[in-house]
């Protein structure tokens, strides 16, 4: 099955620093969306993307809707150790006969050192 | 709102052996689906419904049968447990199958071990 190209694999970065992961694609997706997974949970969801160039924020978290519709990216600002966790981005085509259908990413696993 | 709810959380089985991983949400969502998590892989789609009375294989369904006789509950069955077939399983639903604006929301996961 069609996998997304996610980028960067794993960061580790210093606490208060800034971090971006992207997502691409060579379908068209009509949503982009992006979850965190902490270790022995399931992923929740931090952001819903809906439209072409669509910027949303939730708290320290920013992400954009392509304009291509084939990519996305996922910013953190400031981050703090609780940011830990493994990111992952989804996209989502609708099929006439089988509905939503999602594809995901690889993950981002990201270190935040105090 | 409890949400996705999914049980158990750990399993061990032996090769062989058949078992049901049980998936329950209460919001009413029309569309659920059940994932395998293995590491490298991502998250795969191994059974998906669209409503009740209605399911759909997805990428790798070689091994897992489903059922969806309610809206809320979607069970998925391992026939004959296979080692290949240790993993992390999450069971997902969105609100609607079709709509744009319908993210899947997930359970905390059913880890399984086969040896």
């Known amino acids: ?114 | 709102n409890a949400g996705v709810t999914q049980t158990p959380k750990f399993q061990v089985l032996k090769t062989g052996q058949s078992m049901t991983l049980q998936c329950a949400q209460d919001m009413n969502h029309e569309y659920m689906s059940w994932y395998r998590q293995d590491p490298g892989m991502g998250l795969r789609l191994i059974h998906y419904s669209v409503g009740a009375g209605i399911t759909d294989q997805g990428e790798v369904p070689n091994g897992y049968n489903v059922s969806r006789s309610t809206t809320e509950d979607f069970p998925l069955r391992l026939l004959s447990a296979a080692p290949s077939q240790t993993s992390v399983y999450f069971c997902a639903s969105s609100y609607r199958a079709r709509s744009y604006n319908s993210p899947l929301h997930f359970g905390n996961g059913t880890r399984l071990t086969v040896t």
């Open chain 1, 1 to 114: 099955g069609q996998q997304l190209n996610q980028s960067p694999q794993s960061m580790f970065i210093q606490e208060g620093e800034d971090v971006s992961m992207n997502c691409t694609s060579s379908s068209i997706f009509n949503t982009w969306l992006w979850y965190k997974q902490d270790p022995g949970e399931g992923p929740v969801l931090l952001i819903a993307l809906y439209k072409a160039g669509e910027l949303t924020s939730n708290g320290r978290l920013t992400a954009q809707f392509g304009i291509t519709r084939k990519d996305s990216f996922l910013n953190i600002s400031a981050s703090i150790p609780s940011d830990v966790g493994i990111y992952f981005c989804a996209g989502r085509r609708i099929f006439s006969n089988t509905g939503n259908q999602f594809y995901f990413g690889t993950g981002t696993s990201l270190t935040v050192i105090p």
